[in-house]
């Protein structure tokens, strides 16, 4: 392979020591508990109920199993593999990228579901896992997990309760959910009421975007969540977000303008709450006490300057500079940053906050339990992170060198495992458009099984074993020692329940015999993961015979 030149200059690493993790600044790390869940599974009873293991394997643990040295051809087919390979120089890919742009990563786990994967990108840096449902933050926790981004609303009264029972249980871990209407408020305060005593839950108000999905639908309706979260006994605003992938699914000129359009407003509305003090609580700097009489105080206080915040937004509107990366940031932060926007302001703000925190010296703007924190701004799916970047890099200021202390956080979570299909086509890693790129690391092995006519062949794949939702499987190679491409214009063009249809264009029953193994190309690992409760990891999906080296078990 070609020497690691980066996705981005070196030297925009500088701020961040190295051998940190992402959580040095703002909070706990991984729990030794979450490596231990992780390690559980070698101690796992393998038997018919894990698909396409062979009866050879039933009844060992899966680390006597793996000391027989399996190897993919030992596993019935179908199956679907992730490749070790891969999965490390994905993982240190995006790594790399988001601490050269100075941002964080919350990778998405709701992709994997994985404890084994979650734990390894914390231990690559990652600030906290994101999950999207009470129930996956639920088994996050059982797993292990200290801080989670809950990306989504959480109205559900039992989930209200755990999450409440488990802060007051134990105030170091964090948990960071969303809202997005003032009933969303309202609902939440009305299942906290019996919420022991001073349990606040940290919210962020998520914006939304036209025809998108979820999310405050413009400026004023998410300035009055943050209003009604502001003046909420129960909770307490953390940051902003949202989510950018539900306003586009290509790389259109036009996809990329409602996209870049969508992060100047979180930008906004960041910027907006932050001269109005919406974030004091969070972060320590309020010294008011929870009486109405402080509260109508804080009230009247943060409305004063939050009269500023008009002015903010004609400047920031004012300052947008097209589709470059200049505009929005120049009104923002007062300057825009060649390379990667933001990372050297976000990465000079860290060194400093490193140097302060080995001198002991402490930060006097923000005092208490709480001092440290910093905003959180976050967006970024795995198909534009580089757009996040652009549009928000430039708010990354954690030490609050500029303002407010702020992080911006990425929420990616489909770049660990890639594909040949989706986001192969839409991610700014991809081959072909990055130095160092994603690589898919996900793959099915299906059989052919019947030959009925000249130009088809029936594998034994369906949809309950690979994913089909963001394009069909494509086929690569016939698998096997002797290794031999597939005829031109072969292609999947459906798939049944138990069955993928390759189509053969001017072929023979001699192109894809009945019993020969034929390695596809998948789409979409967020729907891939569901569909097995242990998935085997091989070594290389290039080699001649993979070798089986571990086994993720998903929690689905």
């Known amino acids: 392979m070609a020497a690691d030149k980066g996705v981005v200059a070196r030297t925009r690493t500088a701020g961040i020591p190295a051998g940190s993790t992402l959580s040095d600044s703002v909070g706990p790390g991984p729990d030794t508990n979450l490596a231990k869940s992780a390690g559980a599974v070698l101690e796992t009873v393998l038997g018919p109920q894990h698909k396409s293991l062979p009866p050879a394997a039933w009844g060992l643990t899966v680390r006597d199993y793996l000391a027989t040295v399996p190897h993919l051809d030992d596993l019935q087919t179908p199956v679907l593999t992730m490749d070790r390979t891969a999965l490390d120089l994905n993982r240190a890919t995006m790594a790399d990228w988001a601490r050269a742009a100075g941002v964080r990563l919350a990778p998405h786990g709701k992709t994997t579901m994985s404890p084994q994967l979650w734990r390894e990108q914390l231990e690559a840096g990652a600030w906290a896992i994101t999950l999207a449902t009470p129930w996956q933050a639920q088994i996050g926790r059982a797993l292990g997990?200290?801080?989670?981004?809950?990306?989504?609303?959480?109205?559900?009264?039992?989930?209200?309760?755990?999450?409440?029972?488990?802060?007051?249980?134990?105030?170091?871990?964090?948990?960071?959910?969303?809202?997005?209407?003032?009933?969303?408020?309202?609902?939440?305060?009305?299942?906290?009421?019996?919420?022991?005593?001073?349990?606040?839950?940290?919210?962020?108000?998520?914006?939304?975007g036209p025809h998108g999905r979820t999310g405050a639908r413009g400026l004023a309706a998410a300035h009055a969540v943050a209003d009604a979260v502001h003046k909420s006994p129960r909770l307490r605003l953390a940051g902003v977000g949202g989510y950018e992938g539900a306003l586009a699914h290509d790389r259109s000129p036009e996809a990329l303008a409602a996209v870049r359009h969508y992060l100047d407003e979180v930008a906004i509305l960041h910027q907006?709450?932050?001269?109005?003090?919406?974030?004091?609580?969070?972060?320590?700097?309020?010294?008011?006490?929870?009486?109405?009489?402080?509260?109508?105080?804080?009230?009247?206080?943060?409305?004063?300057?939050?009269?500023?915040?008009?002015?903010?937004r004609e400047s920031v509107i004012g300052g947008r500079g097209g589709a470059g990366t200049g505009g929005l940031r120049e009104a923002v932060v007062g300057a825009a940053h060649e390379g990667v926007p933001g990372g050297a302001v976000a990465a000079e703000s860290r060194a400093r906050s490193e140097r302060k925190r080995a001198a002991g010296d402490a930060d006097s703007r923000s005092t208490g339990p709480h001092r440290g924190r910093a905003a959180i701004v976050t967006a970024g799916g795995s198909a534009y992170p580089d757009l996040v970047v652009e549009r928000l890099g430039g708010l990354a200021d954690e030490e609050g060198a500029h303002g407010v202390p702020t992080a911006v956080v990425l929420r990616s979570g489909a770049y660990l495992v890639h594909d040949d299909g989706f986001y192969s086509g839409i991610s700014p890693l991809a081959a072909g458009r990055a130095e160092r790129s994603l690589r898919s690391a996900m793959h099915g092995w299906a059989r052919c099984v019947s030959r009925p006519e000249a130009e088809l062949a029936l594998l034994d794949a369906g949809k309950r074993d690979l994913p089909f939702d963001e394009g069909l499987p494509v086929p690569q190679v016939m698998a096997g020692p002797a290794s031999t491409g597939l005829p031109e214009g072969a292609m999947v063009s459906a798939l049944n329940d138990q069955h993928t249809f390759l189509r053969l264009p001017g072929g023979s029953e001699a192109d894809v015999p009945v019993g020969r193994v034929v390695r596809l190309g998948l789409s979409h690992p967020c729907t891939a993961f569901d569909k097995w409760r242990l998935i085997p990891v091989i070594d290389d999906a290039e080699a001649e015979r993979p070798r089986v080296v571990d086994f993720l078990p998903t929690y689905f």
């Not at 989504?152 to 209407?181: K, M, Q, R």
């Not at 109005?276 to 010294?287: I, M, N, P, S, V």
């Open 145 to 208: 997990l200290t801080r989670i981004v809950l990306a989504n609303s959480l109205v559900d009264p039992t989930g209200l309760h755990w999450a409440a029972t488990e802060i007051a249980n134990d105030p170091t871990f964090e948990l960071y959910s969303w809202v997005d209407g003032v009933d969303t408020v309202r609902e939440m305060e009305r299942h906290l009421e019996s919420a022991p005593e001073g349990v606040r839950l940290n919210v962020i108000v998520e914006l939304g």
């Open 272 to 312: 907006e709450l932050a001269a109005a003090g919406r974030y004091d609580e969070f972060l320590g700097q309020d010294t008011g006490g929870e009486d109405s009489g402080e509260s109508s105080s804080r009230d009247s206080d943060t409305s004063a300057r939050g009269g500023a915040s008009s002015g903010l």
